[in-house]
C-alpha cells in the first residue's frame, strides 16, 4: 500500500489554522455585511462551456476538467475510452468531459446572474466565500485549490460602486491591522493605448505582455510585444506609458498628454479622478495608487481594474478586481453592468503570519478543562460544565479519570488557561475549585456563582 499523500497544490489545515482562516473570513464578511452585500454560493462544477473562453487562451489551460460521469455503465465506458484515444491522437472530444471546476467566483456570478436577472433586485449586491481551483504550477501564495472572498455589484453604471468597494479594500485591511497600497487603472485607457499603437485589436496582446512585467521585465515584454507585430516606434510608445511616475496628479497630466485626444484615453483618465477624488475628501485617497502598469488579464475587464500589494511583504497581489460592463452578454443577456473586487485569503494568511499579526486569542477555543474524578464527580462536572456553555463559554471535560498530572498536562499542551476540579469533598460543599494555568491562582466557587466567574 502506497503511503498517503495529497493531491500537488492542495493542503491539509489543522485547528490553529482553521481558526486563524476562520478570523480573515469573519473580517472580511462583517465588513460586506456593513456595505449592504448580500451572500450567495454557486456549484463547485460549471458545465464546461459556462467557463470556456472566458479567462483567455492562457486562463482556459488553467481549467480542472472533470471526467464524466457513468463510468459503471458499459456503453458510457466505451464512449469514454474512444474520446481519451482521440485526445491521445491529437483530437479534440467532448465525449469525456463536459463540466470543469470553477476557476473563479465571477464568471459563475454573471452565469447567476443571466439565469436569474429576471426576479432579482437591481442594483443587486452580492458578496460570495468559496474555494476556487486552477491547474497552476503551485508554488509560495500560488495554489491549485484556494478561497476567493469576492464583492459584486450588477445593474449599476454609477462610479459611486468602484468608490465603494475601495472602501471596502480599506477597511477590511485596515480591521486585518493589514498596512497596503491598492493600485488603480483603467481599461478604457490601455484601450487607448492599443488604439494609438495600431487598432483595438491589439489590446489582448498588449496586456497580457503588460502583465507581465513584473515577473519578466520590460526587455522580454518588448520581445513580446515585437512578436505580436508591435513596431519600434509603437513599443517606445509602450515603454513611455510604462515609464510615466510622481504622484497620481503628476502621473494623471503625463498620461493625459501621451493618450491626447483620445475619446477612451479621456474617459478613463475621468473615471480615474472621479474615484481619486471620492477619497480624497473622505481621506483614504492615501491608500490609492494609481498605476498604468497594472493591466488584469482577464479579457472581461471594461472599466476601471484595481490590484492589491501588502506593503513589505514577500508576496504578490492579495486581492483585485474590476469593472465587466459586458459580462452577462457572454450568456446572451447583454446590459447589465457590473464591478466587483476580490481578497485573495491564502495569501492574506501567508502575509499575515510572515507578519506576526494574527491576535493571540485566535487559537484559543476551550477556555475551561473540568478535570474527570470518577463517575459521580463528573456527573456533577459535566452539569456544571453545560451552565458555561450555556453562557457561551467554551469548555470540555477530561473524558476518562485519570491522575491529576496527566490532566494537567493535557491542558497545557492545548493551551486551555482554566481548569475546574470538582472532588468528592467539592461534591458535598457544592462547590468547585478554578485554577488558572498561566498564574497558578485558585478560587473556591459556589456552583451557584459559577457561571458568573470571569474566566
Known sequence: MSKPSLPQGTRDFNAATVQKRQYIFQTIRDVFQAYGFQPLETPAMENLDTLMGKYGEEGDKLLFKILNNGLDNPQKRTQIDAGIEKVLAGKNSTVITERA???????????????????????????????????DRPQKGRYREFY?????????DSLLNE??????????????????????????ILLALAQICGGEEKLIDLTIAIDKLDKIGWEKVKEELGAKGFTEAQQVLVQKYLTISGSNEEKMDQLSILLGDNINGQKGIEELNYVLAYHKNIGTAKYLVADFTLARGLNYYTGLIFEVKA???QMGSIGGGGRYDDLTSLFDVPSIPGVGISFGVDRIYDVLEEKNLFPESIDQTTQVLFFNLGPDEAIVAYQQMMLLRSKKIACEIYPEKSKFDKQFKYAEKKGIPNVVII????????????KQLATGKQTIVPFASISDFEF
Request: glycine share 4%; proline share 5%; hydrophobic share 40%.
Open 163 to 188: 468608490v465603494d468597494l475601495l472602501a471596502i479594500y480599506i477597511t477590511a485591511f485596515s480591521n486585518l491591522k493589514l498596512p497596503v497600497e491598492i493600485k488603480i487603472n483603467n481599461r478604457k
Open 311 to 313: 506593503i513589505d511583504a
Open 423 to 434: 472532588g468528592t469533598e467539592e461534591v458535598a460543599k457544592k462547590e468547585c475549585t478554578i
Open 101 to 135: 471546476l470553477r476557476y473563479d467566483l465571477t464568471i459563475p456570478f454573471a452565469r447567476y446572474v443571466a439565469m436569474n436577472h429576471g426576479s432579482m433586485t437591481f442594483p443587486f449586491k452580492r458578496y460570495q466565500i468559496q474555494p476556487v481551483w486552477r491547474a
Open 148 to 156: 476567493q472572498c469576492d464583492a459584486d455589484v450588477v445593474g449599476s
